[in-house]
């Protein structure tokens, strides 16, 4: 009961002198604020980022035939590298063959969804009716597309029939289309197309029309007529066309729910595949990367800085909390009157004391309140600017807050310690 008095009696002193209530919190609004408006950009940056690399595949492993050295370094990427110069051709019984991938995928099914497998075929164009395409040939297989955010517009994906078969089918982009066809998607599906490549026609027949994403392209400095665009084929085809050795250089492992940690899963993979098939294999061995020590990398960078930005930024909250000090003392001495009347009236030296350090609490508690408000409205404007959705992080919510009320309690203990130690007939006396 105690309590609520103390609490009214704060409000009613706040609410009489509001000009100086607010001046006094100030400080505090501005720290808090200014903290919150950083954490809340951080917050939604990080987001972003993380969204963006989910994207392309954070949980995704990349798995190759690398040569072995005898110095490695291992970036922050995740990324390893060897130091030796020694180069050794990949011969055919060096690679990855569908034996060993049956392996891999059944001795860990239970944290596989897919294994993408895709080779660059080599790059021509598609010529028809005077009209051109670049165009580079990637054999794919069915599970690619679990790898790869691909947009169907027309048509259909790549079936494993395909591969089975080997079949001359292949999927173009819209880029393609707008070249030969006109545009036309529909009249694009079951139409042969010739690519020259290195002076060499081969043909196909379209199954399926995408949609281009430069996003998910590398840089190009061409036109968007003269881009090249990839089309895709069943890698078996690919594989008949270009009479390419049998194996594989490297795949794409998909990480499913069960997964928790992709750098530790992925170094699992590595250690079965270098220990079960390439233990006696002096030239080769299996390396494996992943996008999550780069996410996870990018992410520490951006909340250090921002942490340390906010650091700064808080310094004001010893500002504020030194305003509070000094109008609680203000208070004091406007009061010291009714501090000796309370005094000479029996009450305690810890109830003059609790009086004054919940009217500082108060006081710093709704000047936090106002700050989180701002804070948050000036980092929701600053995101979006940016181009990112706003996301306030609850922990530096809830830490401004009770951070609100231990300012409120360290500069309102001196003020309220001094009331209470007064002496009732000297305060009694003071005019």
């Given at each position: 009961?105690?309590?609520?008095?103390?609490?009214?009696?704060?409000?009613?002193?706040?609410?009489?002198?509001?000009?100086?209530?607010?001046?006094t919190m100030l400080g505090i609004i501005i720290g808090i604020g200014a903290v919150i408006a950083i954490m809340t950009v951080s917050s939604s940056l990080t987001s972003s980022i993380t969204s963006t690399f989910a994207d392309m595949g954070a949980n995704n492993i990349t798995v190759g035939v690398k040569q072995q050295s005898e110095e490695e370094e291992?970036?922050?990427?995740?990324?390893?590298f060897g130091a030796s110069n020694r180069q050794v051709s990949l011969e055919e019984e060096d690679r990855?063959?569908?034996?060993?991938l049956e392996a891999l995928e059944k001795n860990f099914a239970s944290s596989i969804d897919a294994i993408s497998l895709s080779e660059s075929v080599g790059s021509g164009t598609v010529e028809?009716?005077?009209?051109?395409?670049n165009v580079s040939l990637t054999g794919i297989n069915t599970d690619y597309y679990e790898a790869n955010e691909i947009t169907?517009?027309?048509g259909r994906n790549l079936t494993q029939e395909d591969l089975d078969g080997e079949?001359?089918?292949?999927?173009?982009?819209?880029?393609?289309?707008?070249?030969?066809?006109?545009?036309?998607?529909?009249?694009?599906?079951?139409q042969k197309i010739n690519i020259d490549i290195d002076d060499v026609y081969y043909s196909f027949y379209i199954v399926g029309v995408y949609e281009y994403d430069e996003d998910s392209e590398s840089f190009s400095s061409d036109s968007d007529e003269d881009v090249t665009t990839s089309v895709y084929l069943p890698i078996t085809s690919g594989k008949a066309v270009m009479h390419s050795d049998e194996g594989y250089e490297q795949f794409t492992i998909v990480t499913n729910s069960a997964v928790s940690d992709v750098s530790t899963f992925a170094d699992s993979i590595e250690n079965y595949m270098n220990l079960n098939y390439y233990a006696s294999n002096e030239d080769y061995q299996i390396s494996t990367t992943t996008m999550s020590s780069m996410t996870e990398s990018m992410t520490e960078t951006i909340g250090t800085v921002s942490v340390a930005i906010a650091i700064i930024a808080g310094i004001s909250l010893l500002v504020g909390g030194i305003g509070v000090m000094n109008i609680m003392l203000v208070s004091i001495t406007e009061r010291t009157r009714e501090i000796g009347t309370r005094k000479a009236l029996g009450a305690k030296n810890s109830s003059i004391r609790l009086q004054f350090i919940?009217?500082?609490i108060i006081l710093c508690l709704i000047g936090g309140l106002l700050g989180i408000i701002l804070g948050f409205g000036l980092g929701?404007?600053?995101?979006?600017?940016?181009?990112?959705?706003?996301?306030?992080p609850v922990v530096a919510i809830v830490g401004s807050v009770l951070f609100s009320m231990v300012i409120g309690v360290f500069f309102g203990y001196y003020p309220a310690n001094k009331a209470a130690k007064m002496n009732p007939i000297e305060a009694l006396r003071y005019e």
């Open positions: 009961m105690l309590i609520w008095e103390n609490v009214k009696l704060a409000l009613n002193g706040l609410l009489s002198n509001k000009m100086r209530s607010l001046l291992t970036r922050s990427n995740g990324m390893k990855i063959t569908d034996e060993m028809s009716g005077g009209n051109s395409a169907l517009l027309a079949k001359n089918v292949v999927m173009v982009s819209d880029k393609v289309v707008d070249a030969i066809f006109d545009g036309d998607k529909s009249a694009a599906l079951g919940i009217e500082s929701a404007i600053a995101a979006s600017v940016l181009g990112y959705s706003a996301s306030a």
